[in-house]
Structure formats: structure tokens, C-alpha cells
């Protein structure tokens, strides 16, 4: 096997280094009734047979450009420069683990020292971390934060039924447990979240929204810190796009407390979900709160400026039960490669592929409007949007997939008051060719 | 010394991005509009991002620098213990990025999604495989992940019972990770002191376990490199209370096709994908942590679940009885990926991989045990922890010999944990580390040993070879600077 070097002779030598006759006697130590006997049952390939097989199944997957897939949600495609995966290739960046030996780990720590740079000022914070493991479980530990800012005595989170529905799943199985209450906000006419309930709230410790938030709709994400501040609570602002702070205000331009969301429009491919970005960030004040870890800038013994790893008395390796939260890892690799995206933008390039998404969502949703379809929900949004669609669109959806074009995703499963409701999406890299196919199939 | 391979070369400096570039330039090709402009009104719109502008080549030549400063398992040997840093496949990364699967979108219907959902499915059977176990979630998106689904699972478990318990019994061997998972999921961690052959005592855990506790987290092989030997009869007397056993995989990589953890007591486990199959760490993540599961568990396992039926793959959402989702989607895919693609290149040689794993562990142990302290000097698994003990009347630490390993061209290994041990140096070379390289890590290391005595301010002042020395900790943990 090419992965495994030792050959016959170098292992009767190490046997008899360790005093073995047989690489079975170096389990010794393992009680007899531990061990497994038998052989393990998992199929083998060899190289180009495994190459075969993977591209089979890769195939079979619903992608572009065979595809025209109208869905965000949460997930979106944008385009990626080569010169992002060609970087992050590197085997140094690719194959080093968490930087604890800072003087052998200073491109990995200057690049998330970068990354938490460009993530606050995106997001117009004054501190990110080094990342969480994805948009979902960044909010759940959001909130958790909020809690323990309020020391724990106010025992309630309010967030908006417009987060995104998987989000708000993932944070109910981590409040399951707790004795902590998860209050959802309804929704309004216009596709805003409804605050108003947030005035008869005791003991609440934060308010959560997402901006865009499920139906693309853009909260007035002021409003929220107003309402949450009024009641001594945080305000958090969550968010699956991050790409629409490149032309949207910043949550921290608007009284956010925390912001935390998805960055996998940051140059990361979709990868069926995974892995993604969490980005996390929160004001100064709050810093020795936050999950997760944090790079610092700092000088060596010769005064040489670098960086390392700091503010570990919060995590888990030091504080164990008593940590800001048991996350161990970030998603470095996530992190550098939306660091390299961000570096290629630019905030000139940044501005204009955001302002591209916008329009093009605009251009189908005004299309799709003239076709006869219903745009309920009248606030502004980004690059996603919700279309009522005529009875019976289900069966068209059916077949716009044979011809390859995947017309958005039911909401219904999500709001069940919400039939015959689709979320579409359009990016910059969305051609208006094949919109007007979309329009044209529609009518 | 005959011959080592650390030495000094040309690194070059690198400003901060926002320190290069010029405003207009740009790194990526942005398409001409095809369709109108449609403006947004200005209380929605931000004020320019303070994003430096860089060309191609300014993006290009700053990674490119940051990565020489960087030490990858490609760049020399890497005995992290505890982490596994083993060689990462290339062809594992050719998988990740075919397009089919690095263009996915997470939502779309099952019939455009069967290749992701077969590798899933396929997946979650080879890993019950090879713990023993009946059912496997790949969704947690990283060890400490995969403990807190598994705490979750047990929390749904003693709830189905109308139960509701508050405890939970961790060695003191353990990784912080396994408390701290505990207590968001509201239990209070019980210390188990480890005995004075470094594991667990049945009397010890008779006395603590009780109906109010919730079970144990083990890691076995522990975090000194060895196998919990009773670890049959500590299940037994956990199971007996009603309590439930998680099994920390962290160190999976001695025991694959040794020991199947589902026949030797343990409910749960997790396994870290990036550790015991080849997934590169990306200098911290991302992971995969996956949890595998007894037939009790699977009814709370994360929904959905994928489902075979025929030939045909599907989602499942209607578990009534489980904890929910913990990922926003399927959790780290492109990770998965590449373990599937791991397990299939290796097939049954695994086992010989744990074999050659705790082979060289054990050499190395044999080699350095005359040099420096081996507190429990039995064999152990795929690594062995030394200390500083016999370096003390040198005043040189567990610290100053891994800074000096640097020079000589080694990652060091994990120093100061576990916790347990004093000064405790913790060396994992892995099965692809050839024998000729760990014969010459020994050798630098006995070398070192000798400087100790020698010349123990050539240790102090170490490392000299690399872009910084010892850093500032303390100044920056007092005045955090954590932003440009």
C-alpha cells in the first residue's frame, strides 16, 4: 500500500526493538475478550478504479452548467478565481494542524489574523473570532453568549421565524437540554419579522434575526437593536449570505451586539453543504465571552512582529467545564480560502459582484411578475426572493427538472401556511439567457 | 549527527494585505451586467468597504509567502500526539473537487442528489463496520461536535425513559473537549482519577456511578497512549445503573480492525475523520466528526437520515424521536468525501495501518525510554508520553526541548497534556512515517537530551531557525491586538 512504508525487513527489526514476534503481540495489553477476530468487511480500489467510481456518482449530481439551478437558500453559487483552490493546495496551508507551535505556523496565523480583519470590517464589528463550524451553529452559540452576558438570570432568546428553518432547527436541539426558552417572532405582510411581541417579554436576553433573512428580504436590522436595547437585551444578527454586506449596511452600522452567519458565498464551493464558514464577530466589550478561537498580533524576543493564538483561558483545553463552549477547532481551511476571496475582490470588486446579484435577482423577479407570478412580499431583498406560483406549479417544477432547470425550492415544508410559495435565487454568475427560459417555461 | 533536515532558507517578508495593493486594482474577473442596474434605495446600502484592492498576482505572491512560514505533514514529520497527523492522500483531494460534488447544492430534490446520498450511505456502513456499531450520522462537523451530539443522544435517550439526570463521569485523562461538551448539554462533570497503571479503575467507577449519572466518557486508547483494559467491566457497571458509555475516538487510529468498539461495551462514539482517515487538517479544521451508535441510540440520531430503498437513495425526516438536526445541512461533506475515498484506497489494510501505527509508536518509546522519564512504562498504543523529569536538574522543560526540535527540522510533538502527566511530551509518529525518518527523529532527539546537559542555552534560546522565535503569549493575551 503507497501510504504505508514499512517494509518487511524494517518491521522484523522494530518487532525486535519492542521485544514482539508478531505485529499481534504488540496488542498484547488489549484483554483477549476485547479483541475483534474476525477480518473487516470493506470493499477495496485501486487508484484508477477509484477515480471511475467517484466520477460515477459524481455525475449523477444536479449541477451547472448542465443545470440551471435556481436556489439559494443558504447555499449559493458564486463564482470562485482559480487562483483561490490553486492556493489553498498548498500542502503547507492544506496539511499543518492548529497553529499551537506559533513559530512554524506564521502563514496560517497571519492569514486568519487577516480573516478576522476582513470579517469585521464586513461586517462592521470590532472583533471576529477564527471562525465557527457553519452558519447554524454559530447562531445556537450566539445566543448561548448572549445568555451567559446576561449572566446566566435571563433565561429567553427571541429570534425571528425567517431565520433560515435549519438554522432554527440546529438551535433547538441545542436548547433542548437547557432549561433556556426559544421564543420565535412571527412574520409580517411585507416579509420583516414581527417585533412587536418583544415589548410583552420578561427575562430576555437577546433578539435574533437574520438579514437578508429567509425570504431574501432585508430586515431593518436597527430596528431590531432598538427593540432588543430597549429591553436590556442583545441584539444578534444572523445571516446565510454574506456576500450582501459587500452593498447592504453592516449589522454593526445598526446597534449589532453579535453577527454570526454563513460564509460560504466567501469563495467557498457548495460541497453539498459543507464544509462552510461560521463567521462570528461581536463588539470589543463582549470579546472575553465569545467561543471559539481568536489570533492575536504580538512580538517575538528579537521584537519581530507576528502572531499566535490568544485569550485561551475562555476555551475548553484550559477551562474545560467551565469554557465559553466546547469548540475545539475552526474551519481553517474555509477561513484562509475566504480570505483569498476576499483579497481578490477587493472592496471595489466586492461592491460590484454584490451590486450584480441584486440586480439580476430584480430582473427575474420583475420577469417572473410581468409572467403573471405573485411577489407577495414587497420589502427589498437581495439576491433571493419568494414567488407564488399558480395551482398545479408543483407538477411544472416536476417537469422544468426533466429539462434540467431546478425552478427554486418549496417553502410550504417550512411555512405551511405558505402553499404553492417558492424561494428562487439568482447570482452573478445567473446568465439572463437562461432566466428568460425560466420566465418563458413560466408563462 | 550524522544528517537532519532542519535548516535555514530564504523566507521572504509579507506585509498584511491591507498593507499592499492599490485602489482599482482587482483579483477576479467580474462578468459585463446582461441585465439593467436596479437600484437600491441608500438607507438599505453600506458605505465602501475597507477591502485593500489586489491584482492577481498580489493575491498570489502574499499566500504563497504566508505558506513557506508554515510547517504541513508534507513539509517533515509531525508526531502531534493525539492528532494523528498522518499523510493526506492526494487522490483524496481529487474526489473532493469534481465538479459534481463541489457544485452541490444541499436542498435539491433526492432524485438529483443520488451520488451524494449513495457516498453517504455507503459511508455510514463502512464506519459501522469498523467500530462494531449499528448506526452511524455523519453530520457532526468536528469531534467536539460529534461528543455533543452524543451527549445530546444520551439526554433524548434517559428522557424517552422519563428520566432526567444530572452527571456525567470523566476521567481525568480526558481532552477539555469532553467537559465542555458535558456541560452545555447541562451535566455536571464527576473527575475519575485514573489508577497507578494510568487507567480506569472498576472500583473507582462503582463508587461514582450511580442512578443520577448520566454514564461515562471514556477515550480509549486514553490520552496516555494506553488501552483501558477494563473497560468490559466498567460498561458492565455502568450499563447496570442505567447509564450509557460514549467512547472518544480521538485516538481510533491504534485499534482499527483490532478492537470494534460496539463489542466491548461503548453506546456512542465519535470518530475524527481529519485523525483516523487522512483528511487534512487545514492548520485547524475543518473536520468531520461522525458519530456512530448502538441500536438503542439510532431512533435519536440527527434527521435526516439517508435511507436506501431498492436501488434508490433517499431522505428521511420523520424520526419523532430525534434530537434534530445539528448541522444546517449534511455536515462537512467535502470532508466525507474524502475519508470515503481514504476507506476504499485502504480496504482492509486499516488494520495494517493501526498496526504499523502502534509498531512505531512503541520503537520509539523503546529507543528514547533510557533518555527521558517514561511514567508508565507498559506497552502502549499509536503514542507514547514521555516527561521532563530526568531534563529538571538542567533547568531545561518539556517546552525548551520541543522549540529545539524545530531547529532540527521537526514539528514537535503535543507537550503538557494530558494534564495528568507533569511536563508530559507526547509523541505519535503514525503508520506513514518510514522508519528511516523516525530512526533520525530519535537520533535528533537523543542529540537534544545531550545538548541539555551540555549546553542547556542552546534549548533555552530554541528555535532559531524559523521566520519568528518564541513569541510574546502574555502581552498578547493581556492587550489583545485581534484586529488590523
Known sequence: MRYLPHTSEDIAEMLQVVGAETLDDIFATIPEDCRFKGELDLPKMSEWELNDHMSSLAVQMAVAPEYTVFVGAGSYNHYIPSAVPYLLSRSEVATAYTPYQPEISQGTLQAIFEYQTLTARLLGMDVANASMYDGASGLAEALLMAIRIGRNKKKTVAISSLIHPHYRNVVQTYFDPTDYNVVELPYLPDGTTDLSPVDDMEDLAGVAVQSPNFFGCIENIQAVSDKAHGCKALSITAFSEALAYGLLKSPGNQGADIVCGEGQSMGIPQSFGGPGLGMFAALNKYVRNMPGRLIGKTKDVDGKDGFVLTLATREQHIRRERATSNICSNQGLCATMSTMYMASVGGTGILEIARQNHDKAEYLKSELKKAGLEVPFDRPTFNEFVVKCPDGFASKRQELIQKKIVAGIPLECYYPELADHYLLCATETTRKADMDALVKEVK | ?484
Open chain 2, 1 to 484: 549527527m550524522s544528517h537532519f533536515a532542519g535548516t535555514t532558507g530564504l523566507i521572504m517578508n509579507e506585509p498584511l494585505l491591507w498593507e499592499k495593493g492599490k485602489k482599482g486594482r482587482c483579483g477576479i474577473s467580474i462578468p459585463t451586467p446582461d441585465v439593467a442596474a436596479a437600484p437600491l434605495d441608500d438607507e438599505f446600502t453600506r458605505d465602501e468597504i475597507d477591502f485593500p484592492d489586489l491584482s492577481e498576482v498580489d493575491v498570489v505572491r502574499h499566500f504563497t509567502r504566508l505558506s513557506q512560514w508554515n510547517f504541513g505533514v508534507d513539509t517533515g514529520m509531525y508526531p502531534l500526539g493525539s492528532c494523528t497527523m498522518k499523510y493526506n492522500p492526494k487522490t483524496n483531494e481529487r474526489q473532493a473537487a469534481l465538479p459534481g460534488f463541489a457544485g452541490a447544492h444541499p436542498m435539491l430534490p433526492p432524485d438529483l442528489s443520488q451520488g451524494t446520498l449513495r457516498l453517504m450511505y455507503e459511508l455510514e456502513q463502512f464506519l459501522s463496520e469498523l467500530t462494531g456499531m449499528y448506526a452511524t450520522t455523519l453530520q457532526p462537523a468536528a469531534g467536539a461536535h460529534g461528543e455533543l451530539t452524543a451527549m445530546l443522544l444520551f439526554y433524548a435517550c434517559h428522557k424517552s425513559k422519563g428520566e432526567k439526570r444530572s452527571k456525567i463521569l470523566i476521567p481525568d485523562t480526558a481532552h477539555g473537549t469532553n467537559p465542555a461538551s458535558a456541560s452545555l448539554c447541562g451535566y455536571k462533570s464527576i473527575l475519575v482519577e485514573s489508577n497507578e497503571d494510568g487507567i480506569l479503575s472498576v472500583e473507582r467507577v462503582a463508587e461514582l456511578m450511580d442512578e443520577d449519572t448520566v454514564g461515562i466518557m471514556v477515550t480509549n486508547p486514553n490520552t496516555l497512549g494506553l488501552f483501558e483494559d477494563n473497560i468490559k467491566k466498567v460498561a458492565e457497571i455502568v450499563h447496570a445503573k442505567g447509564g450509557l458509555v460514549y467512547g472518544d475516538g480521538a485516538n481510533m487510529n491504534a485499534v482499527m480492525g483490532v478492537v470494534k468498539m460496539g463489542q466491548i461495551g461503548i453506546d456512542a462514539m465519535h470518530l475524527n475523520l481529519h485523525k483516523t482517515f487522512s483528511t487534512p487538517h487545514g492548520g485547524g479544521g475543518p473536520g468531520a466528526g461522525p458519530v456512530c451508535v448502538v441500536k438503542e441510540l439510532e431512533p435519536f440520531l440527527p434527521v435526516p437520515r439517508v435511507i436506501k430503498d431498492g436501488d434508490r437513495y433517499d431522505l428521511k425526516y420523520d424520526n419523532p424521536d430525534s434530537i434534530g438536526r445539528v448541522h444546517a445541512f449534511h455536515g462537512n461533506f467535502g470532508i466525507l468525501i474524502r475519508a470515503y475515498s481514504y476507506i476504499l484506497s485502504m480496504g482492509k489494510e486499516l488494520k495494517t495501518a493501526s498496526q504499523h501505527a502502534v509498531l512505531s509508536a512503541n520503537y520509539i518509546k523503546e529507543k528514547l525510554k533510557d533518555v527521558l522519564h517514561l511514567p508508565f512504562d507498559r506497552p502502549c498504543m499509536h503514542e507514547c508520553v514521555f516527561t521532563d523529569k530526568k531534563q529538571e536538574p538542567y533547568k531545561v522543560s518539556t517546552l525548551d526541548m520541543a522549540k529545539r526540535l524545530i531547529d532540527y527540522g521537526y514539528h514537535p510533538p503535543t507537550i503538557y497534556f494530558p494534564l495528568v502527566v507533569s511536563g508530559a511530551i507526547m509523541i505519535e509518529p503514525t503508520e506513514t512515517e518510514p522508519k528511516e525518518n523516525i530512526d533520525q527523529f530519535i537520533e535528533t532527539f537523543r542529540a537534544i537530551v545531550k545538548e541539555a546537559e551540555e549546553n542547556p542555552d542552546l534549548l533555552h534560546n530554541a528555535p532559531v531557525t524559523p521566520k519568528v522565535r518564541r513569541m510574546d503569549e502574555v502581552t498578547a493575551a493581556r492587550k489583545p491586538i485581534l484586529c488590523g
